[in-house]
């Protein structure tokens, strides 16, 4: 019920074998397990817990933009794993200043992750984990139909008719070894994390808008090829 919490244990896990939803907040250092086919939302406005995620095959688990504060939306919770025909979604915000962060350190995905017009860091990833995710992206992207069957998709990008937006990634690096930015959507992040932002097409580094610099970056780029 609304206004409640669940608190995840030390070393619990927390199996969900119906569909629903949880309106209160979760925290702690507990799992939570969805194995079965069905539908499960976590709707509270608080949604911080350590432990993983596994969604199993048919599984669907949503994180709604359930956002009172006017301002960005962090879930921090722990390593997602997504079984094929699995899915997790988070809905669309309301507003671009009111979009939600996924904050997680790995992500093992055999479905599909739908970021809508959301953001993600994928903390520690480091240049293996922006292979992995670009490919994600590849196979959500399916040729700019944002259909793909698994991966990470985008269906705010599916509907944007103007084919203006799409889900950039890259890792938190200068090309130096040193941090590109301090913080992303106001969290702290390191030069290992990867980051992947619901944005336009050509924002090279993904700061939500297009610009000089993007245009020197894709000239330099296409010089180096």
């Known amino acids: 019920p609304a206004g409640s919490a669940m608190i995840l244990g030390q070393s619990s896990n ?15 250092n507990g799992s939570i397990t969805l194995p079965n086919a069905g539908t499960f939302t976590l709707g509270g ?6 432990g993983s995620t596994n969604i199993g095959s048919g599984a669907i688990l949503n994180l ?21 025909n699995g899915k997790l979604n988070l809905a669309p915000a309301t507003s671009h200043a009111t979009r939600q962060l996924l904050v997680i350190p790995s992500l093992t995905n055999n479905g599909l992750v739908d970021l809508a017009d959301n953001d993600m860091i994928v903390q520690g990833a480091g240049p293996a984990g922006l292979a992995n995710l670009t490919n994600q992206i590849a196979q ?17 990008a599916a509907a944007n008719t103007n084919h203006l937006t799409t889900l950039g990634v890259i890792q938190n690096d200068n090309g130096s070894g040193t941090a590109l ?5 106001g969290t702290p992040v390191a030069d290992a ?10 924002d090279t580094n993904l700061d939500g808008q297009i610009d000089g610099s993007d245009y020197t970056r894709i000239d330099n780029g296409a010089l180096l090829h």
Do not use: C
């Open 193 to 202: 994390d990867v980051l992947t932002k619901y944005s336009y097409y050509g």
């Open 14 to 28: 927390l199996t969900i074998t119906r569909t629903g939803e949880f309106d209160g907040s979760v925290t702690g």
């Open 64 to 84: 709604p933009a359930n956002n009172i504060s006017g301002n960005i939306v962090t879930r921090m919770i722990g390593a997602v794993t997504i079984a094929s």
């Open 45 to 50: 406005t608080t949604v911080e817990y350590t």
């Open 140 to 156: 959500g992207h399916a040729g700019g139909t944002w259909q793909g069957g698994t991966g990470i998709t985008s269906t705010m």
């Open 181 to 185: 930015y301090a913080t992303f959507d």
